[in-house]
């Protein structure tokens, strides 16, 4: 500029940058947060953790507003925002997620390797269940990338932006001292189906939102031994990927064949306890599931079997005469069969019901035998679908009642009964037959044979005359089930309705519960595996109920012997918990 050259003042914009090229030269740090806004920034993202553990509190509307409000000012591809965020608060939709998501965790721990896999299953996502709400993140791609800025070359990049909407909300739920648990256990289109969500909105994943029950002091995936941070050193690259000799390895694999189903849980009420948390496996687990229903006084509690013969015992299908039905009923009542002394053994009360046993009816027991016409499965329905809801709604009668005692272990009587039960869970499960057929109690290779072809021709001739089998649960069970299996379903849900915690015996009653919890999700939050039998197509049904067993013995006693001896491990455990010595906290 020479002397005398007249200079105006700077045009300064009303809306947008205000600074001057020379400013931003002066000085180029000079759009760098306050010292102390700097480091409050990093705390967050330091202490930011996946919270397990929620407190029952609410949480405001202005408080939740301005967290959800910070998900939304995160970046998206093409100033695109497609971000949809779904509050949950309706209890029947958390039921539902929490049995998709309990189906899930024991689906990806078996395809784990030992290890890994027990500490999966160690991982606690009741969150979807006790966080205030459940928030979940649906990404809406109705719009062609090609019509979005930025999505042409990066398709996916919509999610990427969705992801970082996520991480904005969990950085501010965490300056107001919220916690966040990030749940992806779910198959998507299981997640989508249950949101009612349309085709080209997908979601990603369930966030728990609420106060956190636990202040985690590191991530909780390194407190459990998963794995640790890797230096910083590791993950940054300059300019190019190296060749081989000095590129970073690939992240582990823990990918193993699908066949365990190791189980050990560890939950919140045992960390008052002067012991480590999780010190009694997997029975911890049932144990704190009969405290959160109210049931951790419980010293005692009801074995209610259910008897019924099955007209598909005439293809051969089992090693025994039907009459043999009959005579473990009788001996039940006498109150000398394997199961009656295994509930007596554990102090058990026992209570009988008889479904449909032949002969003249049985004194001392509940008689609720369906008066309709009973099928071989194979050429005939197993019962008419009044029958199955008059027995279904008898047994959630029973199990209000006998709910009472605060513990309801199931088991059946029949002649039989793994065949139904085989039938029933390629029904329900769309199961392969080869999958779930058994030997049961001791059949050969030719009575196998007998038994798989038996399935396979009740299960075609029932999918034949409904086409969508296992989309109801009741009519399932009327074609392919049997009528001590109905009452055992509705005897399930009547004592969970009565806060009761249900412990299941084998195959046959695994499948009546799983009957239940399609007909009411919340029933399965009630349920403990009393044990895992040596039928095949038990642990699927274990998985799809999103339980695990407190036993393995290979148990083929039936009589709900299983449920009785894990009753009696679980009344000891709960002693355990109430009289072991408590940490000062």
């Given at each position: 500029?020479?002397?005398?050259e ?51 509190d ?5 408080v ?14 093409g ?13 029947e ?10 189906r ?18 160690d ?16 990404c ?10 930025g ?8 999610l990427?932006?969705c ?37 080209g ?16 002091p590191?991530?909780g995936?390194?407190?459990?031994g ?17 060749d081989?000799g ?12 699908p066949?365990?189903?190791?189980v050990?849980?560890a939950?919140?009420e ?18 704190d ?22 007209p ?7 090693p ?20 009656a ?14 479904a449909?046993v032949?002969?003249t ?32 709604e ?22 039989a009964n ?13 199961a ?13 290779a ?14 075609d ?21 049997g ?14 309705e ?6 299941l ?5 695994s ?8 007909l ?13 039998s ?47 010595a408590?940490?000062?906290?």
């Amino acid at each position: 500029m020479t002397p005398g050259e007249r200079v105006w003042p700077r045009p300064v914009p009303l809306v947008g940058d205000g600074s001057a090229a020379s400013e931003r030269a002066a000085d180029p740090t000079g759009w760098a947060l306050t010292p102390g806004l700097r480091a409050g920034l990093y705390e967050a993202i330091g202490a930011r953790r996946d919270v397990r553990r929620f407190r029952p509190d609410p949480v405001p509307g202005e408080v939740l507003d301005r967290v959800l409000g910070a998900a939304h000012a995160a970046p998206s591809v093409g100033h695109s925002q497609p971000w949809r965020f779904l509050i949950v608060r309706d209890p029947e939709v958390r039921d539902r997620a929490a049995v998709l998501t309990d189906r899930e965790r024991l689906r990806q721990a078996a395809g784990l390797d030992a290890d890994a896999g027990r500490r999966l299953l160690d991982l606690q996502l009741e969150g979807v269940r006790e966080a205030p709400l459940g928030i979940v993140v649906c990404c809406d791609r109705r719009t062609p990338a090609a019509g979005v800025l930025g999505r042409a070359t990066f398709p996916d990049a919509d999610l990427w932006s969705c992801a970082a909407a996520i991480q904005n909300l969990w950085l501010a739920s965490r300056a107001e001292g919220l916690g966040v648990g990030w749940v992806t256990l779910f198959r998507p289109e299981d997640l989508a189906a249950l949101l009612g969500l349309p085709d080209g909105v997908v979601t990603l994943g369930w966030l728990c939102l609420g106060w956190p029950d636990e202040r985690p002091p590191a991530p909780g995936l390194e407190r459990a031994g998963w794995s640790r941070r890797l230096p910083l050193c590791d993950v940054v690259l300059t300019d190019r990927w190296p060749d081989d000799g000095g590129a970073p390895p690939a992240p582990p694999s823990r990918m193993r064949a699908p066949d365990q189903l190791a189980v050990v849980g560890a939950r919140d009420e045992a960390d008052r306890l002067l012991t480590v948390p999780g010190s009694l496996g997997v029975l911890d687990r049932a144990i704190d599931r009969a405290v959160a229903l109210g049931r951790g006084a419980a010293a005692g509690g009801v074995l209610l079997l259910a008897a019924a013969d099955h007209p598909v015992a005439v293809h051969e299908v089992s090693p025994y005469r039907s009459s043999v039905t009959r005579d473990v009923l009788d001996a039940a009542v006498h109150g000398t069969s394997l199961g009656a002394v295994a509930a007596r053994s554990v102090g058990l009360e026992l209570r009988i019901v008889d479904a449909g046993v032949a002969g003249t009816p049985v004194p001392g027991v509940t008689g609720l035998r369906p008066p309709g016409p009973r099928g071989d499965l194979v050429h005939a329905p197993a019962m008419t679908l009044a029958d199955t809801h008059d027995l279904v709604e008898a047994g959630h009668r029973l199990g209000r009642d006998v709910g009472a005692t605060g513990i309801v272990a199931l088991g059946e009587i029949g002649v039989a009964n793994t065949t139904v039960a085989a039938a029933l869970a390629c029904g329900l499960l769309g199961a392969d037959p080869a999958a779930v057929v058994g030997l049961g109690s001791g059949a050969d290779a030719a009575m196998l044979e007998r038994k798989h072809a038996a399935v396979s021709a009740a299960v075609d001739r029932a999918r034949r005359a409904h086409p969508t089998l296992g989309a109801d649960p009741l009519l399932t069970l009327a074609e392919l089930g049997g009528p001590e299996l109905a009452v055992l379903a509705g005897v399930a849900r009547g004592a969970a309705e009565a806060s009761a915690v249900v412990v299941l015996d084998g195959f046959a009653v695994s499948l009546a519960a799983l009957v239940a919890v399609q007909l009411e999700p919340a029933v399965q939050a009630c349920l403990v595996a009393g044990q895992r039998s040596r039928e095949g197509g038990h642990a699927l049904v274990l998985q799809h109920l999103g339980v695990e067993p407190l036993l393995d013995l290979r148990m083929r006693a039936g009589e709900g012997v299983g449920a009785a001896l894990a009753t009696g491990l679980l009344l000891d455990g709960l002693a355990l918990r109430r009289g072991a010595a408590r940490a000062d906290h």
